[in-house]
């Protein structure tokens, strides 16, 4: 997935809630994009339940807040250690499953694409960097809003 990276190229985020159907949609066209243009993508997590904190959410999406939160954690935690390509890989074996298979994103789904891409303890980067990503996230929401 990751193109190759000379000195000369463009480096771009790319913010994304593994929740959302249209970030989804829309990193589909990104890959296809930077990779023919030898960017490097910085995968990013970015929270719809942080922004949407105080709404009144309908409870359809309340239940997918908590693993949609713990995959976010685990972008979080492989960011932190610069990991960004694996970063992208884990969303899309995220993505591949809950956007294309149709499967809620669940423990076993965010297990299934840590392995996918050899992450062995998935869950436990997500609990590691339970406080410290979401507080990031909270924090640099806060400035925008």
């Known amino acids: 997935m990751s193109p190759s990276i000379s000195p000369t190229s463009d480096s771009l985020s790319f913010f994304f809630d593994p929740a959302c159907p249209w970030t989804w949609l829309t990193?589909?066209?990104?890959?296809?994009?930077?990779?023919?243009?030898?960017?490097?993508?910085?995968?990013?997590?970015?929270?719809?339940?942080?922004?949407?904190?105080?709404?009144?959410v309908p409870g359809e999406y309340r239940a997918r807040r908590v693993q949609s939160n713990r995959a976010l954690r685990v972008v979080g935690g492989l960011h932190a250690e610069g990991q960004y390509a694996e970063a992208g890989e884990f969303y899309t074996a995220i993505g591949q499953r809950t956007f294309a298979e149709g499967r809620e994103i669940s423990a076993e789904v965010i297990t299934e694409a840590g392995a996918e891409i050899g992450l062995d303890d998935v869950l436990g980067i997500a609990d590691d960097a339970e406080n410290e990503v979401l507080g990031r996230l909270a924090s640099k929401i806060a400035m925008l809003v």
């Open 27 to 56: 990193s589909r066209w990104f890959v296809e994009s930077t990779g023919r243009r030898r960017t490097d993508v910085r995968w990013r997590a970015y929270s719809l339940s942080l922004i949407n904190e105080g709404n009144d």
